[in-house]
């Protein structure tokens, strides 16, 4: 796909850029779907590569971030692999439609779905009924989102124990003996603060808005409101830790490439407030490099390169192409903390819960 | 129209080359944060469009967060335990008038919200000040919450961003279907903006109710309709005014009117702040074992 973009060379210039700009705008309207064609990148009016728009994110597709072991070895669908999985989305997708119309809750459309923790991220069958893609998931053609001969994370050995705790811990049948004490025994999510920043654009439920002004690229997820405010003025990174981490940007030729480090430890008191799914929990040693290409009016090329030797034994690369969605045009306010009646009933209830039976949680007491 | 349109972006896209720099007082790309790499002037800098550049971070110097009206210095919450820290500063109110034309049942509310500011209610998030919570401040009250925010100017779209609760809002000056975003009440409402001059007027719509103007208490209803007016002042400043009208909560329309000021630091931004963390131990500390108190 790539080699059949042709991208403006950096050196082309803002001058260049700019009177191009109508023609490629243009283009741009009429640009045909992806790697059909010989793509120009639109640039802004102040002459930067144009990422500008609402993205859908992981929720259009249906790869599964680590490769199922019936693909162990290939890291690519066949044309007749990926024809038959479309085929049942849109038959899927279709029955969703009927049952919505029909006024039954879209749960409900969603039946059917195969399921099985080896073909999807934790819990995602489960979770599809947070989202409504209105246009059936997109098969692409990677086994997984991780790229390479593997396609799993490389936790180091100790890492999985924790990750299992963690999906018990925040299933909805947790241990019996575990009672929450506060809200630090919830992962950052319930506690309507963030998934973190590795699965912002491919695992969330809602879609992802690019803005830019000069020098700025901004990304926001709907999903939590996560906001990265990422400057590619050329500055360097400090040293001001936070939970997203700190990101700056830089353009390489159409390119955006970017570069997070600087994340919080907050989250790492294992094993009392350290529950959130461990691949997507920022570690202080995390560092991140992500890079988005346009490669038609309607996509984007995004991979991101994980490294942290605190959890994993090397690299790892996951590689998505997001696409301007055809039915969300619009990010909505997503205000979760702000009624996070959640919380409250379920410290309550594990109040009442100690009050009329004396249970303890036994794990750390 | 469109010739000299296009003359003079090329023209100020090759003087912007020949000096190493984005034209026309657009901030540099060496982090330089004066636009136009000089002393306030009395133009407002331009942006590659033509229209005034707002591009930059912001931050009000004033105390309406803590009292939108004139109000005396007060101590703070707990001075037993906290000293000095979290005094209320008096100020001078930002309100035309200063009197806010509230019809009688809304000052009886007004003053309940002040009596219960800072009550946290397990069983009514509504009570008490969304501040303390970590609320989204929602409109008018982002603007001068005593944080910083930072406009991001494209050009169909204006992004504004607040550091506090990291809030967002992205002024529409293309023509968008507002059918979704009125669809519910949201917390920082929905803004379509567009150009008066020199002057961005921005008219939000479909804000909740459970947003306040202030740690004093005033409120207003889901009626409310706010047109804020940003206005250039010379290269580093904006005049900022925001028209309140609620006819559920008052009995007319009325105004504030605040400068705006910009941050020169070399490397001005806003900050990650999480304030959901801060604000939980106030929230559920009831609730955990062992409790706080």
Not at chain 1, 147 to 156: A, D, F, H, L, S
Not at chain 2, 30 to 49: E, I, K, L, M, S
Request: net charge neutral.
């Amino acid at each position: 796909m790539k080699a059949r973009r042709m991208a403006i060379p950096v050196t082309f210039g803002l001058l260049a850029a700019t009177m191009v700009w109508r023609l490629t705008f243009l283009g741009a309207q009429q640009a045909e779907p992806a790697g059909t064609a010989a793509y120009v990148q639109p640039a802004t009016t102040w002459g930067e590569p144009d990422l500008r728009g609402v993205w859908g994110g992981r929720h259009q597709t249906v790869t599964p971030l680590e490769r199922p072991e019936k693909f162990a070895g290939r890291e690519f669908l066949t044309e007749e692999e990926i024809a038959a999985r479309q085929k049942e989305e849109n038959e899927l997708q279709a029955k969703k439609d009927a049952l919505v119309q029909r006024g039954e809750g879209v749960e409900l459309g969603l039946r059917g779905r195969p399921a099985g923790k080896t073909d999807t991220i934790q819990n995602f069958e489960y979770n599809t009924f947070w989202v409504d893609t209105g246009a059936p998931a997109r098969v692409f053609n990677r086994t997984s989102l991780i790229v390479g001969p593997e396609g799993r994370i490389p936790y180091k050995p100790e890492v999985p124990a924790r990750v299992k705790f963690t999906e018990a811990v925040v299933s909805s049948n947790p241990p019996r003996d575990f009672v929450n004490r506060s809200w630090r025994d919830r992962d950052m999510g319930e506690r309507c603060i963030t998934d973190g920043t590795i699965g912002m654009i491919w695992a969330g439920t809602g879609p992802t808005e690019i803005t830019q002004g000069p020098g700025y690229v901004v990304i926001r997820g709907e999903q939590f409101r996560d906001r990265r405010i990422i400057p590619t003025d050329g500055r360097p990174h400090g040293t001001i830790r936070s939970i997203l981490g700190e990101a700056v940007g830089r353009w390489e030729g159409t390119t955006l490439v970017v570069e997070t480090k600087n994340f919080s430890d907050r989250t790492q008191h294992w094993p009392l407030d350290r529950f959130a799914q461990e691949y997507r929990t920022p570690t202080a040693s995390m560092h991140l490099i992500e890079r988005f290409t346009r490669t038609a009016a309607d996509a984007i090329d995004y991979t991101i390169t994980i490294t942290d030797p605190s959890k994993f034994t090397k690299d790892f690369t996951i590689s998505f192409p997001f696409l301007k969605s055809p039915t969300e045009q619009v990010l909505l306010e997503y205000a979760c903390h702000e009624a996070n009646y959640g919380m409250l009933h379920l410290l309550s209830q594990a109040r009442n819960l100690e009050r009329r039976t004396g249970a303890r949680r036994k794990i750390a007491g | 129209m469109r010739s000299p349109i296009l003359t003079l972006t090329v023209g100020a896209f090759l003087a912007g080359v020949l000096v190493g720099c984005q034209p026309n007082g657009t901030p540099a790309t060496n982090g330089d944060p004066t636009p136009g790499g000089g002393p306030a002037g009395t133009r407002a800098p331009r942006a590659v469009d033509g229209k005034p550049n707002l591009n930059g971070v912001w931050q009000v110097m004033n105390t309406a967060n803590w009292d939108i009206q004139d109000h005396d210095a007060q101590p703070g919450p707990y001075p037993h335990l906290l000293g000095a820290w979290f005094y209320v500063p008096p100020g001078n109110g930002v309100v035309e008038g200063n009197e806010l034309p509230y019809q009688p049942w809304a000052l009886e509310k007004r003053k309940e919200n002040f009596t219960k500011r800072m009550v946290m209610d397990t069983e009514d998030l509504k009570v008490g000040d969304p501040e303390a919570k970590c609320y989204m401040p929602g409109v008018p009250r982002a603007t001068y919450m005593p944080y910083p925010f930072q406009i991001i100017q494209g050009t169909e779209k204006i992004h504004i961003a607040y550091e506090f609760a990291h809030a967002d809002r992205i002024v529409h000056l293309d023509k968008v279907d507002p059918t979704p975003y009125l669809a519910v009440d949201t917390w920082m409402g929905h803004s379509e903006g567009r150009w008066d001059g020199d002057t961005l007027v921005v008219d939000v719509k479909g804000l909740i109710d459970q947003t306040w103007f202030d740690r004093a208490g005033n409120f207003h209803s889901n009626a409310m309709h706010v047109v804020e007016r940003y206005t250039p002042v010379g290269t580093d400043a904006l005049m900022y005014e925001a028209t309140i009208d609620d006819p559920k909560v008052f009995t007319k329309p009325w105004k504030m009117r605040m400068p705006i000021y910009r941050h020169l630091e070399p490397d001005a931004r806003i900050h990650e702040v999480q304030c959901v963390e801060f604000a939980e131990p106030f929230m559920y500390g009831t609730l955990s074992r062992p409790p706080l108190k």
